[in-house]
């Protein structure tokens, strides 16, 4: 199973990036998908995860109302859009898979990727 996380940067404050998740080695549409974020000396921490279908979406309430999860099963693919960065959102974000639907720890998801840095400048 490999989850190949993409899409982060340098930007702005106020600025927007979008990640993405590409799947493979695995049934994608049996899974739920989550992104996770760790900024440096502290624990990774849930950010969003969505449904096996993608109707039921759950967040972390620093960023509700700024990203957006989503996936396309015909792709293998998660997103996340992430609106209206703060330097806070700076941290190494992960996309991860379960067979668990909700607000799940980090260690009820049974495979990780390599995580892609985002950085927030002020």
């Known amino acids: 199973v490999q989850l190949q996380a993409s899409g982060g940067g340098l930007v702005q404050a106020g600025g927007s990036l979008r990640l993405s998740c590409a799947a493979s080695?695995?049934?994608?549409?049996?899974?739920?998908m989550g992104w996770f974020c760790q900024a440096p000396g502290k624990e990774r921490e849930f950010v969003a995860a969505?449904?096996?279908?993608?109707?039921?979406?759950y967040y972390a309430d620093s960023v509700k109302g700024r990203f957006t999860i989503s996936r396309d099963n015909a792709k293998n693919t998660v997103y996340l859009q992430m609106n209206s960065l703060k330097p806070e959102d700076t941290a190494v974000y992960y996309c991860?898979?379960?067979?668990?639907?909700?607000?799940?720890?980090?260690?009820?998801?049974?495979?990780w990727g390599r995580g892609t840095l985002v950085t927030v400048s002020s």
């Open positions: 080695g695995l049934t994608f549409s049996t899974y739920a």
């Open positions: 969505v449904s096996w279908g993608g109707g039921i979406t």
């Open positions: 991860a898979a379960t067979k668990r639907i909700g607000v799940r720890p980090p260690n009820e998801y049974d495979y």
